[in-house]
């Protein structure tokens, strides 16, 4: 009888993702290095290698030296391991200078970080930001919403007490630069109820852009209860809020119905001014909702005209947008809004 060929019942080697690599080698070093890694990573990374680390908690042996070879070869390919020098430098500085001489020689020489949200708060959801500055000082809150995201500072706009958003938002696009103590009493409220230790954080200025952009991601119902209350306060700035909240360009995201009644709206020598200063591809995106006489009699007009001035051509694209705003207003096009305008 012939012998039959042993069975071959060895698994196949398991193929891990670039985190799950990165997983392993975190459950290979000490607590202390991981540690120190961890705090280098934004809060989403520091999710998915969590995640990770739970699901490579089986990993066997062999695995884990294909993971380290594959370490020590991409460690090869590099030409530099690129770090924050700034922990170093401050540790030498405070050894050689002593506490107090070496934060006055760092002040001088260190370089201006980016000021963006403040990293505690990224941290944290909508909620827990809205909970963390419901009962603080209104410009407290304008502060730290204004250094979020604008989605995710729209939602804790919209979280907040009703009567207390305009003033806010106006609050946010008044911000100018932050003074010491403002700095001080915002790191001393994250301490007070986070329970953690006060650093040292960049904090932007906000502003009407800022403002602006947490009113586009608001939902619409949001805007159009905000807004006029916010005029009260301030015209002026909730003008000014208006006008970058929407320029020009958005009016390309309008569907081929909604813009084709607003040009209808839209006399042709505004048309024609307004369309100079936009590229070949909006200019096109324009005239295909007219008829082609229509859009060809546009075109002739415009090569007709010569140079203009950009003054003038933003006057006239700051009209047509507020022939937008009115249509809009009134129901006869229907432009962006939140998620859930709808039911």
Same mark, same amino acid.
């Given at each position: 009888? +012939?012998?039959?060929?042993?069975? &071959? ?11 799950? !690599? ?11 290095? /991981? ?39 991409? /460690?090869?390919? !590099? ?37 963006? +949200? $403040? ?6 959801? +909508? ?5 963390? $500055? ?5 410009? $407290? ?31 946010? /696009? ?34 009407? !852009?800022? /403002? ?37 360009? &958005? ?41 082609? !006489? ?50």
């Amino acid at each position: 009888m +012939a012998e039959t060929a042993p069975a &071959n019942d060895a698994p196949a080697p398991r193929e891990y993702s670039g985190v799950e !690599r990165a997983a392993v080698l975190m459950m290979l070093v000490g607590d202390e290095e /991981a540690a120190a890694i961890l705090q280098k990573l934004e809060p989403d990374e520091v999710r998915q290698l969590g995640k990770a680390m739970f699901a490579v908690a089986d990993v066997s042996e062999e695995e884990v030296e294909s993971v380290l070879d594959d370490f020590v070869e991409k /460690a090869r390919e !590099r030409t530099a391991i690129g770090f924050d020098p700034r922990p170093r430098i401050e540790g030498m500085m405070t050894k050689a200078l002593g506490a107090e001489k070496a934060e006055s020689v760092l002040a001088r020489i260190t370089p201006v970080q980016d000021a963006g +949200a $403040i990293e505690l708060l990224a941290w944290l959801d +909508a909620g827990d930001i809205a909970a963390l $500055i419901e009962k603080e000082h209104p410009q $407290i809150a304008a502060v730290l919403i204004a250094n979020l995201d604008p989605a995710i500072g729209a939602q804790v706009l919209e979280l907040l007490p009703d009567g207390a958003q305009p003033d806010i938002l106006h609050r946010i /696009a008044k911000l100018g630069p932050i003074t010491h103590e403002a700095i001080e009493t915002l790191k001393t409220v994250l301490a007070k109820r986070i329970g953690l230790g006060s650093q040292a954080t960049a904090v932007a200025f906000g502003g009407t !852009r800022e /403002a602006a952009k947490i009113m586009q991601s608001s939902r619409k119902t949001t805007e159009q209860r905000v807004m006029p209350k916010l005029a009260k306060i301030d015209r002026e700035v909730a003008r000014a809020i208006e006008e970058a909240m929407f320029v020009f360009d &958005n009016l390309l995201d309008l569907d081929d119905k909604n813009l084709g009644t607003l040009i209808r709206n839209i006399d042709g020598d505004l048309l024609v001014r307004a369309l100079k200063g936009v590229d070949e591809a909006a200019r096109n995106r324009f005239l295909g909702c007219m008829s082609a !006489r229509a859009a060809d009699g546009i075109r002739d007009e415009m090569e007709s005209r010569g140079p203009m001035r950009l003054s003038e051509v933003h006057e006239a694209q700051k009209a047509i947008i507020q022939i937008a705003r009115t249509l809009a207003k009134d129901g006869t096009i229907m432009m962006g809004g939140g998620d859930d305008d709808y039911v």
